[in-house]
């Protein structure tokens, strides 16, 4: 049975700390990783993976995967208040199947 | 702008009552998707719909109904039979390349 599996679930941090999320999965025929960031509506997009060893970076955002050990993890550097949110991990499949974790939920304190 | 229509935002629902949640797309895409999230949890697929007049059951379709009779629309029906049905629906749709999806901005659906 495919499954992605996010850690920690829930997480509370202060202002310029840096957090690391976990996304690790058993999915057949993989296609690619997917990080979205959800605050109160739609999911917006951050990363997507799909080679191992190859780190993404978007300002103090950066993801990497590693398809061996089948997981990935999105760092926060110097985190604010506007980086609380949720975070899901969803991962591709061959016919444009999606299947999502249970999402961390990052709670950033001033 | 492309993007994904969805409503209405917010939706009431009646014991007994079937009620039907619109989504509507212009990006073009062939794969449309519907998800139920829960408060504080991920997104757990109902039904997705590859190409016009097919769609597949997800992990939870039971009580839920859907159609795809045009490409840019792909309506949610939640039935009477889905007997816990307040949660925060997303409707969202992808190219069949290797892209990420785009979201809806959701229709959170109470029970009266």
């Known amino acids: 049975e495919d499954k992605v599996v996010q850690s920690p679930l829930s997480l509370v941090v202060h202002e310029g700390d840096t957090v690391t999320l976990n996304c690790s999965y058993e999915?057949?025929?993989?296609?690619?990783l997917l990080w979205y960031k959800q605050e109160k509506k739609a999911p917006t997009f951050l990363f997507m993976l799909?080679?191992?060893?190859i780190e993404k970076k978007s300002g103090r955002l950066s993801s990497i995967l590693d398809k061996k050990e089948l997981f990935s993890i999105l760092n926060i550097t110097a985190t604010q208040t506007g980086d609380s949110a949720i975070y899901l991990c969803?991962?591709?499949?061959?016919?444009?199947?999606?299947?999502f974790g249970s999402g961390t939920k990052l709670n950033v304190k001033p | 702008d492309g993007g994904i229509t969805q409503s209405p935002k917010y939706l009431f629902r009646k014991e007994g009552q079937n009620v039907t949640l619109s989504c509507e797309q212009n990006?073009?895409?062939?794969?449309m998707y519907w998800y139920r999230q829960d408060p504080g949890q991920g997104l757990r697929l109902i039904y997705y719909?590859?190409?016009?007049?097919?769609?597949q059951k997800g992990d939870i379709a039971e009580g839920y109904s859907v159609s795809r009779e045009k490409k840019e629309s792909f309506p949610l029906t939640v039935t009477s039979a889905q007997k816990n049905p307040t949660a925060f629906y997303l409707c969202?749709?992808?190219?069949?390349?290797?892209?990420?999806?785009?979201f809806g901005d959701g229709t959170r659906l109470s029970i009266l």
């Open positions: 969202a749709s992808s190219s069949p390349s290797n892209q990420p999806q785009h």
């Open positions: 999915v057949t025929n993989f296609r690619s």
């Open positions: 799909t080679s191992s060893g």
């Open positions: 969803a991962v591709a499949k061959n016919f444009n199947k999606f299947y």
């Open positions: 990006l073009n895409h062939d794969a």
């Open positions: 719909s590859q190409i016009v007049n097919d769609f």
